[in-house]
C-alpha cells in the first residue's frame, strides 16, 4: 500500500476590518498613553539602575586612591620638609647645569 499525502483542512482566513470603528478610538488612546507611561517608567528603572553602579564605581576609585595614601605615608612629606627649611632650597639640575657650563 502507498501512503496517500494527508490533506489540511483549509481554514477560511479572516479578513480584518479595514475601518476603525468609532467606538475603538477612546480604547486606542487609552492604549498609546499607557505605553508611553510604560515607556516612560522603564526609562526611569533603568537610569535608576545605572546611577547607583556609577557611585559604586566612583567609591571605589576613592578606596583604591585611599589604600594607596595609606601604604605609602611619607609621600609628598618629604618635600613639605624641605619647603618648611629656609636653608634648603630646591634646584632644578638641567638649569644649573647649564649655568655651570656657562661660567
Do not use: F, W, Y
Not at 528603572?45 to 605609602?72: C, F, G, S, W, Y
Amino acid at each position: 500500500p502507498t501512503p496517500t499525502p494527508h490533506a489540511s483542512p483549509s481554514s477560511p482566513i479572516q479578513e480584518q476590518p479595514t475601518e476603525i470603528s468609532v467606538s475603538s478610538i477612546p480604547h486606542l488612546n487609552t492604549l498609546l498613553e499607557t505605553c508611553a507611561t510604560l515607556s516612560q517608567e522603564v526609562a526611569e528603572l533603568e537610569q535608576d539602575k545605572h546611577t547607583p553602579a556609577l557611585e559604586i564605581i566612583k567609591l571605589k576609585k576613592r578606596v583604591k586612591k585611599l589604600e594607596n595614601k595609606r601604604m605609602h605615608p611619607n609621600r609628598g612629606r618629604k618635600i613639605e620638609a624641605i619647603d618648611a627649611n629656609e636653608d634648603i632650597s630646591l634646584v632644578d639640575v638641567e638649569t644649573q647645569v647649564d649655568l655651570d657650563a656657562e661660567l
